[in-house]
């Protein structure tokens, strides 16, 4: 079953309980994706770009979070969070810190690697090989650490 109908389907679902939150959640995700087939002129809609936009959205309620977080509006930073949560259960398994370290490690030896000059290398390898399962900040991180 492809996101979009799979985010339908959990509208639905969310509209039978009456949760406010997912219903909203879920409403953006089908919002955006309707973008990307509108952008693309009817053309169907790749795995990579659907795990793409949860990806941004993931990203853009954490960092909204943080904000909210930091100006005292715990109210706000609590909605951002649960819709967060909710968007990332779309999402493919994340890697551990284990498992990302051990991919990067291979990464590494595959591009032949050897110190922070070449992350550049290994980041757009990694990047690639990594895409859905582990987030750039985390990839980069891990990358800078091992070739330190």
């Not at 990307?36 to 993931?58: D, F, H, N, P």
């Not at 550049?120 to 991180?141: F, N, Q, Y």
Request: glycine letters at 6%; aromatic letters at 2%; a neutral charge.
């Amino acid at each position: 079953m492809s996101l979009e109908n799979t985010i339908n389907e959990a509208i639905k679902t969310a509209m039978r309980a009456k949760d406010k939150v997912a219903l909203d959640s879920l409403r953006a995700v089908k919002s955006q994706i309707l973008l990307l087939k509108t952008e693309a002129r009817g053309a169907e809609v790749s795995a990579e770009q659907e795990i793409a936009i949860l990806q941004r959205m993931v990203k853009q309620r954490k960092d909204s979070y943080d904000q909210f977080t930091a100006q005292g509006r715990n109210d706000l930073a609590e909605v951002e969070e649960a819709q967060s949560k909710i968007i990332e259960q779309f999402l493919p398994k994340q890697l551990s810190a284990e498992e990302l370290e051990a991919e990067i490690k291979k990464i590494i030896a595959e591009t032949g690697a050897e110190s922070g000059k070449d992350l550049g290398k290994v980041m757009g390898v990694a990047s690639k090989a990594l895409a859905g399962k582990s987030d750039g900040k985390s990839i980069s991180e891990m990358a800078k650490k091992l070739l330190s």
